[in-house]
Structure formats: structure tokens, C-alpha cells
């Protein structure tokens, strides 16, 4: 089985080091650049703190891990 991956070469002021990322799936390579470099990607804001987060499952985790005590059934 040969294996397939999804080279993209990112600008030098975005990615310094090394000057291209590998993925071995396209939708991992969109999630990445969504969560890390794209300014307009939405945010999940907690409502407990001053976190935010590009991923909802992140928020969950943090809201899970750090305001146990609280109600964390809503999500801004």
C-alpha cells in the first residue's frame, strides 16, 4: 500500500520554519490552516473565562478540564 500525502507550500511570513507542511489527508491540512492561520476562522469563546478556541471539541475539553464545578451545558 502506497502511502499519499498532501505537500503545500505556505508563504515564508506564514510558516517560517521549515517553508512547507506535509499532511496525509487534505482535510487535515484545511483544519490546520483554519485553526492556525486563518485570522477570520470562527472562535468559541468560554463563558466561565477569557479562553477562546477555533475548535469546539477544544473548548469542551478546556470547559471539562477547568470549570468542572460549573454548568457547561451552553457555548457561545
Known amino acids: 500500500m502506497q502511502e499519499r500525502y498532501v505537500r503545500i507550500r505556505l508563504p515564508a511570513d506564514v510558516l517560517s520554519t521549515?517553508?512547507?507542511?506535509?499532511?496525509?489527508?487534505?482535510?487535515?491540512?484545511?483544519?490546520?490552516f483554519t485553526t492556525k492561520h486563518d485570522p477570520t476562522a470562527s472562535k468559541y469563546h468560554c463563558l466561565h473565562c477569557v479562553r477562546q478556541y477555533t475548535r469546539k471539541s477544544d473548548l469542551t475539553r478546556h470547559v471539562k478540564r477547568e470549570h468542572a464545578d460549573t454548568d457547561t451545558t451552553t457555548f457561545q
Open 18 to 32: 521549515p517553508p512547507f507542511a506535509v499532511f496525509t489527508r487534505k482535510g487535515n491540512m484545511r483544519q490546520h
